[in-house]
T-cell receptor, first 112, second 112 residues
Framework: DAGVTQSPTHLIKTRGQQVTLRCSPK?????VSWYQQALGQGPQFIFQ???????QRGNFPDRFSGHQFPNYSSELNVNALLLGDSALYLC???????????FGSGTRLTVV | GQQVMQIPQYQHVQEGEDFTTYCNSSTTLSNIQWYKQRPGGHPVFLIQLVKSGEVKKQKRLTFQFGEAKKNSSLHITATQTTDVGTYFC????????????FGKGTLLTVNP
């Protein structure tokens, strides 16, 4: 049973560019959350998707957007990249609210 | 910013010593979750506590949820080198069960 799959694993982008990160949730999970983790910090909630809708959003600017597809997979898009967007981006899935999350290995984004 | 506080930020122990990390919230939590992140890895779900005063054990790990459901602790008995990593608590915040907020974590290092 595959866990959460994220791609790519590493990415280097230039300031001002746009990036798309992808996530396939664990089998049987329909809820996908995205987190940003800076070095030495805890994961910060970006948003959560359920039934192809953004259900909850954290304190991130509109440059951060997402999508969930009918097969529950999800994308995170970041526009107009800033140096401060450099971080580990984690995707987490769960079968429903109130259950523990299964995290993917993350995408390490470096903005230069 | 993060509103789930964890102490200590770092803890270095000799193998065989005990370890405790504490998590505090300014508001009542409906539940609290604990995760472990190995260096260079991703968070892995350990446990969820729901009931006031709840205590759960997983081998050498003991998890407690405070009576007021505002604090929690993780205690490891007789640490081993495999316990190395950052331990995070996380709870739903902002009036939403969908927004799981993580503390900054406690980094545990174990000297063999």
């Amino acid at each position: 049973d595959a866990g959460v799959t994220q791609s790519p694993t590493h990415l280097i982008k230039t300031r001002g560019q746009q990036v798309t990160l992808r996530c396939s949730p664990k089998s049987g999970h329909d809820t996908v959350s995205w987190y940003q983790q800076a070095l030495g910090q805890g994961p910060q909630f970006i948003f959560q998707y359920y039934e192809e809708e953004e259900r909850q959003r954290g304190n991130f600017p509109d440059r951060f957007s997402g999508h969930q597809f009918p097969n529950y997979s999800s994308e995170l898009n970041v526009n107009a990249l800033l140096l401060g967007d450099s971080a580990l981006y984690l995707c987490a899935s769960s079968p429903r609210v109130g259950y523990g999350y299964t995290f993917g290995s993350g995408t390490r984004l470096t903005v230069v | 910013g993060q509103q789930v506080m964890q102490i200590p930020q770092y803890q270095h122990v000799q193998e065989g010593e005990d370890f405790t990390t504490y998590c505090n919230s300014s508001t009542t939590l409906s539940n609290i979750q604990w995760y472990k992140q190995r260096p260079g890895g991703h968070p892995v779900f350990l446990i969820q506590l729901v009931k006031s005063g709840e205590v759960k054990k997983q081998k050498r790990l003991t998890f407690q949820f405070g009576e007021a459901k505002k604090n929690s602790s993780l205690h490891i008995t007789a640490t081993q080198t495999t316990d190395v990593g950052t331990y995070f608590c996380a709870g739903p915040r902002g009036g939403s069960n969908y927004k799981l907020t993580f503390g900054k974590g406690t980094l545990l290092t174990v000297n063999p």
